[in-house]
Structures are given as C-alpha cells and as structure tokens.
C-alpha cells in the first residue's frame, strides 16, 4: 500500500460510520479500491437513499454527485473529490435552449414528454420535471422510452442522440419515427421532421462515438469468433455490427458470464477504458478482455486518490464545501428522477 493509499485508510477509519464514498465503474483502480460501493449511474442513484452517513463521497463526474445530493436525507452533504470533473455531454443542453425547444414543440398544444438521460444538469433535470418527464440511465433507457411514449404525445429525448436511437430499435420503433432535431441558440432551426413520435437532441459522448465499424471488422479479423458488446452510447452503425449492447452493469455481467461459461474465448467491450482494464484484470486467468480501442473518459480521471485523500481530510477538519444545488430547482428535478426510480420498481 502506497503512502496516498495508507493515508486515505486511516483519515476513513477515523471518519467511522459518518462518512460513505461512492463510485462509478469507470473511475481509475487506486481511486475504486477506497470506495465503499461502486455502481453505474443508476445503482448509485438507486442507494443513495439507503446511506445512513453525514458525508458522501462521489467518486464521479459532477451530475452524479448532482443528482446523489438530490436524492440525500435532510442534513447530508455531498464531496466532490474534483468540482471541476464534469461530464462533456451533459454540457450540451444548455437550459435555455432546451426551454426554447420545448416552448416551440408543445406551442399548439402539443404534449412532448422530455425524457432525459441522467447525464444531464440540475437545471435540464428541473425542465424535464416540469413538463411532466422523467429521468432514465443508460440501464433502464428502454423501459423509460416505453413509459414516456405511453404517455401519448411525443418524446423529446436528451442529450444522446446515439442512445436515443439505439434504444428506439429496440423498442421496434422506425427511422420515420425519429427525428434528430437542428438546434440553435434560438432553439429549433429547422422544423422538417418535428412531428414524428421521437425527438432527439444532437448531443453524444465523444468517448463512446469513438468506436468505429472499422475497429469491430478489424477485431473480427484478428480474432475470429470473438464476441464484441457495446455500451449503448456508441453509434449505431457500430452497435449493429456487435454481438450485444448494454449499461455498464449489463457489459460487467457478461464479462464475468463469458469468464464462467467461455473460459478460453476472446471479449471485445466497446466502453470507457478503466472499467474495461478492470474486468480484462478480473478475468485473466479465465478469457481475454480487450477493449476495442483504449478510449479514457479524461472527465471521470480528474478524481484522483490524492484529491480522494485531500477531500476525506477536508472533511474530518469540517473544511470541505459540499455539492449546492438551486433551491427553486430541487423539486422539479427531484420529481424527474423519482419518476424514473417508480417507473424501475423502488
Ligand atoms: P452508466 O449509466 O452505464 O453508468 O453510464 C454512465 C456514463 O456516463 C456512460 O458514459
Ligand atoms: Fe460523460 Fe461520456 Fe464521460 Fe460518460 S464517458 S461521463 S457520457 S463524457
């Protein structure tokens, strides 16, 4: 055990029961090996009502720990270990424009119901909340689709168009059901499209579009009879050409699956590289686990173990600032996640 790490041990065990560290999987080994649970977006969403301590630590980008404080007890606080981490894509729905589009769409009366993947702000959660829409993750975006098309009307989905789409297949629904909607700063641009069943915003993850049809052709050359899955955020171009896509907590079950029942066989995971060195470690003496190429959400590798270190300690000398979020918009976008967690059964 390093010094950081000996460190982080001891100011946790002084700590005792008051405080609770969160992570997601694609945080980096020296950093998950100090939390008390890892999840995926939405097990971390689903637990944070469970934790009984004063503090919790996020490991994660900033709307994880958005929406955890969101869904605190009265009195709780929720640590960032870097305030700055902030994932890019849920920077491509500014507020504005996203009120804009939905005053322009629901103008004659229209009903749209925004459904928005949880990387989104505090602010889009509130707008989503308001006009009667919910969040979803990229767990449970199929069942949340079918809830939100259920409602009648239209859906707006945002910010990922490549989830969106991939998820609409699912559902069955056609190319002549979507519409990719053109967005400026006034809102809409272009109005061609706009009444068809789902709308979806042009945002995506720049580290999951990096996966190419060129890189799933290529894996399959080099290792005949590989099995490739994907997170649902790449294109679906790509996801058409893998075996399978899913969440993260889907890509981790069948990593180990393969392990148990392929010992020998070769696994291509199309997702953040951090979670995909982990589980290739995991399962090293059973199968092989590539990544289809090393893609690093440079975001979620801001949280260090020395920020990790300077966050508990800060803590335990009741000088670290907690995560704030906007009063007038607490409700509105509580209302929106707590939507999602009925709809998915707690
Ligand atoms: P999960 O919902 O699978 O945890 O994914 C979150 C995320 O940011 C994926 O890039
Ligand atoms: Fe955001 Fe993409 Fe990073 Fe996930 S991988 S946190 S969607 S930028």
């Not at 052709?217 to 899955?229: D, F, Q, S, V, Y």
Request: with cysteine; hydrophobic share 40%; proline share 4%.
């Amino acid at each position: 055990m390093n010094a950081t790490a000996k460190a982080i041990t001891d100011v946790k065990k002084s700590l005792g029961k008051s405080v609770y560290v969160l992570g997601h999987h694609y945080q980096c080994d020296t950093v998950v090996a100090h939390c008390d649970k890892c999840g995926d977006s939405l097990e971390l969403s689903r637990c944070v009502s469970d934790i009984e301590a004063a503090h919790i630590v996020f490991c994660g980008v900033y709307f994880m720990g958005e929406t955890a404080a969101l869904l605190a007890r009265p009195g709780q606080s929720v640590h960032l270990p870097d305030l700055t981490s902030n994932c890019a894509m849920s920077m491509m729905t500014p507020e504005t424009i996203a009120r804009k589009v939905l005053q322009q769409l629901t103008g004659r009366g229209r009903k749209i119901i925004p459904l928005a993947y949880v990387n989104t702000t505090l602010d889009i959660k509130a707008l989503v909340g308001e006009y009667g829409g919910a969040t979803c993750t990229s767990a449970n975006a199929g069942k949340m689709l079918a809830w939100a098309l259920d409602q009648g009307g239209s859906v707006l989905f945002l910010p990922d168009k490549n989830l969106g789409r991939n998820t609409a297949k699912k559902l069955g629904l056609s190319q002549n059901d979507q519409q990719i909607l053109r967005i400026g700063k006034n809102g809409l641009t272009d109005t061609d499209g706009i009444d068809r069943k789902l709308l979806l915003w042009p945002g995506c993850c720049c580290i999951h579009t990096r996966f190419t049809s060129e890189m799933v052709a290529a894996a399959r050359e080099k290792h005949p009879g590989c099995r490739i899955l994907a997170h649902p955020e790449a294109r679906p171009e790509v996801i058409e050409r893998c075996d399978a896509a899913g969440s993260t907590a889907f890509l981790i079950r069948e990593a180990g699956e393969a392990a148990e029942k392929n010992p020998d066989s070769t696994l291509y995971i199309a997702t953040e590289y951090n979670l995909v060195r982990r589980l290739a470690a995991r399962h090293k003496e059973r199968c092989r686990i590539l990544p289809l190429t090393k893609s690093l959400c440079g975001d979620m590798a801001k949280v260090t173990a020395k920020k990790l270190l300077r966050t508990l300690t800060n803590i335990s000398a009741n000088k670290s600032v907690p995560i704030k979020v906007d009063i007038a918009r607490i409700e509105p976008a509580r209302l929106s996640l707590q939507r999602m967690l009925k709809v998915c059964g707690q």
